[in-house]
C-alpha cells in the first residue's frame, strides 16, 4: 500500500479519481476538521484552486492532486 499510514486532506476541486486512486492505494480521506493536525498531505487542484492561499496560512505543505497518480505510476511507497 503506497499510502498506508496517511491522512489526505482534498480541495472539492480534486476529482474523485484522484480520491479513488488515494483510499485504494491504502491512504485515509480527513472528513472532520478536528482531524486537521492529523492529516499528512495537503492536496489542491493548482495555484488557482482558492484552498492553496488559505492552507499556505496554516503553514502547511500543499501538494498537487496529479503527486498522487505519479506516485502510482512510479510505485513510489510513501511509508511513514
Not at 488557482?48 to 513510489?76: G, N, Y
Request: aromatic content about 14%.
Amino acid at each position: 500500500m503506497l499510502f498506508k499510514d496517511l491522512k489526505g486532506c482534498f480541495s472539492p476541486l480534486i476529482s474523485a479519481s484522484v480520491l479513488s486512486c488515494w483510499v485504494q492505494n491504502g491512504g485515509a480521506i480527513m472528513q472532520y476538521e478536528p482531524e486537521f493536525f492529523h492529516t499528512s498531505c495537503f492536496f489542491c487542484a493548482g495555484m488557482d484552486d482558492p484552498w492553496v492561499k488559505q492552507l499556505s496560512e496554516k503553514s502547511v505543505t500543499v501538494l498537487h492532486a496529479s503527486w498522487v497518480s505519479r506516485c502510482v505510476e512510479k510505485q513510489f511507497s510513501c511509508d511513514s
